[in-house]
């Protein structure tokens, strides 16, 4: 069993920036590919970001490329989410998943979510 807790949301202004950090219980959680995900109200989960198991290789939705930045350290069994230059419609509920498989594909354990809102 893999449990995330995410952090690290809150309320920003338009143009700032915040960190969600998500810590991972387990100790094969360097085996496993991780994503980030969020939800705003009124809309379906969608996409934000990737990072593999080794964190070479990273991926990212297309709204949020060059201002969000995923990395993860595998000692700490952490994965975080920077994001910078937020937009009022970057607000949402952001969940952080694994994937035990490491393919990035199908993430079997999510997070409780943490509410990011951006101000206008």
């Avoid at 994503?35 to 379906?44: I, L, N, S, T």
């Avoid at 994965?79 to 199908?106: F, H, I, R, S």
């Amino acid at each position: 069993q893999v449990q995330l807790v995410e952090s690290g949301g809150g309320l920003v202004q338009a143009g700032g920036s915040l960190r969600l950090s998500c810590a991972a219980s387990g100790r094969t959680f360097r085996n496993y590919a991780m994503g980030w995900f969020r939800q705003a109200p009124g809309k379906e989960r969608e996409f934000v970001a990737a990072i593999s198991w080794s964190g070479d290789n990273s991926n990212y939705a297309d709204s949020v490329k060059g201002r969000f930045t995923v990395s993860r350290d595998n000692a700490k069994n952490k994965v975080y989410l920077q994001m910078n230059n937020l937009k009022p419609e970057d607000t949402a509920v952001y969940y952080c998943a694994a994937d035990p498989l490491g393919a990035g594909v199908e993430y079997d354990y999510w997070g409780q979510g943490t509410q990011v809102t951006v101000s206008s």
